[in-house]
């Protein structure tokens, strides 16, 4: 009688550690490459899926009023359209306004330039020679700085061009889409898979939404504080700064910087640059305490401290774009995380759930002998 065990019944083969975990670095490092790669096709792809997953729920009411697929996906591409276009045609009237009185903001810049590099001079004794020297050598470093800001602004461009043509067909195909997610899985996790779409879908619309109020709060309390201290075009710098807010950590620094630069080149004495840091300096309390964990963060359960790294690393892989899409994508990583027995402990690494206290405090306890006596 054959002894031997078929493969079905034979024990799987336990390799070590450091084998598994070199083998899942180098997974890591090649899928890091390819999306590095081809950031060009993903970004706006990952753009799509975003504003489709937000646009669906206008689509599907239009649906459910008997409009046909197509029409009601164009008639929603269309209402999102409109509401972009006014955004940019307040920012461009606000604009024309700034243009016509930018010469006299820039004579009024080089006097208050003059006179800052013969205060640096008097105090620090650094001769306005080596100071003009030190500017050329940071205007000269900056040129590739600025060419690839124009690169980024032209990337931009092609994604207004290309995006509502992902987001029509995603839309169109999204039944084709959903359902070879449920094929792909086994049967027996339909159910498992269907809660993991739909909150995701959630998690991602509602984070999308509680970004839109907070950039509507900001800017009204941005662009009020400034025409309150009667700094000039407020409306525009204030919704500006509201937009910057969005871009983690660097963004709020430049929100405070131009208004301030604005009052300095068009107030005399320091009083109002004073003002306006300390208004900002309100808001964002108001902001990191009050708005984002009521209106963001109860949307997407990220702890700060993986925020701030998966930030640092999105900004790393695709610049800003990364730093706008790295908090929905690890938002839907913790929503699949959950729903797997084997990454539980990663879901809840990468949530805010704080326990009372640590397992190897618990189980301590649980071991203590106490001996008689």
Do not use: C
């Amino acid at each position: 009688m054959d002894n031997t065990l078929s493969p079905a019944f034979m024990p799987a083969k336990e390799y070590p550690f450091y084998l598994k975990s070199t083998v899942i670095m180098f997974g890591l490092i090649l899928l890091v490459y390819i999306f590095s790669q081809l950031a060009d096709v993903f970004v706006p792809i990952a753009y799509s899926l975003f504003i489709a997953i937000l646009l669906n729920p206008v689509s599907n009411w239009l649906e459910m009023k008997r409009v046909p697929k197509v029409l009601a996906i164009s008639i929603t591409l269309l209402l999102a359209s409109i509401v972009i276009a006014g955004l940019f045609y307040f920012l461009s009237t606000q604009i024309i306004q700034f243009a016509d009185s930018l010469p006299v903001l820039k004579q009024k810049f080089a006097a208050i330039s003059v006179d800052a590099k013969d205060w640096v001079a008097t105090t620090f004794g650094y001769s306005i020679q080596k100071q003009n020297q030190l500017i050329k050598e940071a205007m000269d470093n900056s040129h590739s700085l600025l060419g690839s800001t124009l690169g980024s602004v032209i990337g931009v461009f092609g994604l207004i061009l290309i995006i509502p043509v992902y987001v029509f067909l995603i839309l169109y195909y999204k039944t084709l889409l959903l359902n070879f997610f449920y094929e792909v899985f086994s049967e027996e996790n339909s159910k498992r898979v269907a809660d993991v779409l739909h909150e995701t879908k959630a998690a991602i619309q509602s984070y999308i939404i509680g970004l839109l109020i907070e950039m509507i709060i900001v800017a009204a309390l941005n662009s009020l504080a400034l025409i309150l201290l009667g700094v000039k075009y407020g409306i525009l710098i204030g919704v500006i700064g509201a937009i910057l807010n969005l871009v983690p950590y660097l963004g709020g620094i430049i929100a405070i910087a131009l208004p301030v630069l604005m009052a300095t080149v068009t107030k005399d004495g320091y009083t109002t640059q004073l003002g306006v840091i300390a208004a900002y300096l309100v808001i964002q309390f108001i902001d990191n305490n009050i708005l984002v964990p009521r209106i963001v963060s109860s949307k997407v359960q990220i702890n700060a401290l993986i925020s701030i790294i998966v930030v640092l690393l999105g900004n790393m892989l695709w610049g800003l774009s990364g730093m706008f899409l790295s908090i929905p994508f690890i938002a839907v990583l913790k929503i699949i995380f959950d729903r797997i027995d084997g990454l539980k402990p990663w879901g809840k690494l990468l949530g805010d759930t704080i326990p009372t206290r640590h397992k190897g405090e618990i189980w301590g306890r649980r071991k203590k002998v106490v001996l008689p006596g």
